[in-house]
Structures are given as structure tokens and as C-alpha cells.
């Protein structure tokens, strides 16, 4: 007999491996092609998913470790979100919606909530504590920023926006497989190679179609 725990597991897995397939072939495809909009939906949709069975299963065993994945999630699904969402407002003065407002809110909570979880990790001697301040700190940085972009009214590049927030989720969804299944290498280093990694991606990608960036200007 299947449990709701084994179901949640195994949907959660499978969603993941359909994301990391989706998303590779959106990143490979080119930027606004038909190809490249499938693939970009279905990895949206399967990280929806992705997030979404993160609930029960800690619920049902909240665990140090299903604990820091919820967190984790809302960090991840955040990104897949407000990067779809940058298509969806990319008319100048599109306003944020109520769910665009309560999406970046949760994430600065929950991403303040893991980093300051992470320091005291660090302060213990705890090096896992390092992969909890560079992940929250990047999310409560995002959210900060687009919660002040909201409160503003600031009209933001819905391009740069877009390509940064898309590739950083893919990033999150590599760093799961990177941890599942690299047994060879310290822990920290399966967790923030794939962010070593992208990130210059994401600098490539931003000099290449809107011309910002650490990169702007050197093609």
C-alpha cells in the first residue's frame, strides 16, 4: 500500500527530474521560440509541483533536513515564479498583483528565517551553515528588492528580469541533483558549485540579450 508520504516523494522526484529536463532545453533553445516557451512552461508547471509536495511531506515528518528543503522551496519556487511573472508585467506600468506582493513577502521571511538559522550554524562550527546564509541571502535580497520595486512603482527591465530569475531556479534545480547524488564531494561544494557556476551564466545572459551586467559592453 502506497502512503501519502511515499506519493508526495515520489510526485516530488519525478517533478524535479521533469524540470530539470524542461529547463535544460529552454536555456539550450533559443530565447523566445516556440521550443524555448513550451519548455519554459513545463519547467514552471513541474516546479510548481516541486514546491507544492515540499508541504506534506514536511508536515508529515518535519525533519532538520525537510525543514531547511521547505525553505529551500519557497527560495527556488520564488525564482520560477517572479521569473514568469516578469513576462506576464512586461507592458510598462503593469502593476504588481496581490499574489505578486505575498509571493515576494514570504520569500524575504523565509529566506531571512534561513539565514539567520544558518549563522547559527556557523557560529557552532557547522560549515552546512555557509549554504544557508548564501541562499537566504540571496533570496531576501530579491525579495527585498522587488518588494521596494513594487513600493516604488519602478518600472523594471522585464528582460533582465526574466533571464536572471529563470537561470537562478534552474541553478536551484541542478544544486538538488548535484546533493542527491554527489556522494564523492564535500557537502558544501555539492551544494554552491552549481551557483559557482551559473552565475556567471546569468552575467553572460544579461550582456548578451539586454546589455547589462558585469559583462555589458565586452561582446
Known sequence: MVTAETAALWTHVAAGVVALIAGGVALATEKGGRRHRRAGRVYVASMAVVV????????????????????????????????????????PGD??????WAAAAVVVVACVALGAWGVTFVAGGDSFGVVMVVFGGIGGLLGGSDLRAYWQGTDRAWLVDHLSRMVAAYIATVTAVSVVNAA??????????????GVPLIWYWQAEYADVGPLAGRS
Open 52 to 91: 507544492a509536495t515540499v508541504l506534506p511531506l514536511f508536515a508529515l515528518d518535519p525533519t532538520f533536513f525537510r525543514t531547511f528543503l521547505l525553505l529551500v522551496a519557497v527560495f527556488s519556487g520564488y525564482l520560477a515564479f517572479s521569473g514568469a511573472r516578469a513576462l506576464a508585467r512586461k507592458r
Open 95 to 100: 502593476d504588481p498583483t496581490p499574489a505578486d
Open 184 to 197: 564523492m564531494v564535500p557537502e558544501v561544494v555539492a551544494w554552491l558549485w552549481p551557483t559557482a557556476v
